[in-house]
């Protein structure tokens, strides 16, 4: 069983920064897959940002050149920096963690707004 935290959250201008954080509880944290994956109101979750437990990294197209991905294993916690941000990042921001034949498990979200 993994239990995942997020924080980080909160209201910010256009093209100000944000980071989040996801701190997992459990074992093996450096086996799974890590992810954010953001809701806004009326739309579907979708993919932000993917890390697996290799480090490799993918990002959605519009996020590209804005946010990083990154993990710290230490510290069993993966963060999304995101820079230059738009009122269309306003959105519910989830942290996932994934590992075949272990299981696949959402933090609550964390709220971001970006707004003047």
């Known amino acids: 069983q993994v239990q995942l935290v997020e924080s980080g959250g909160g209201l910010v201008q256009p093209g100000g920064s944000l980071r989040l954080s996801c701190t997992a509880s459990g074992s093996s944290f450096s086996l799974y897959a890590m992810g954010w994956y953001r809701q806004a109101p009326g739309k579907q979750r979708e993919s932000v940002a993917n890390i697996n437990s290799g480090g490799s990294t993918t990002y959605a197209d519009s996020v590209k050149g804005r946010f990083t991905i990154s993990r710290d294993n230490a510290k069993t916690t993966v963060y999304l920096q995101m820079n230059s941000l738009k009122p269309e990042d306003t959105a519910v921001y989830y942290c996932?963690?994934?590992?075949?034949?272990?299981?696949?498990?959402w933090g609550q979200g964390t709220q971001v707004t970006v707004s003047s």
């Open positions: 996932n963690a994934f590992r075949y034949h272990y299981g696949n498990y």
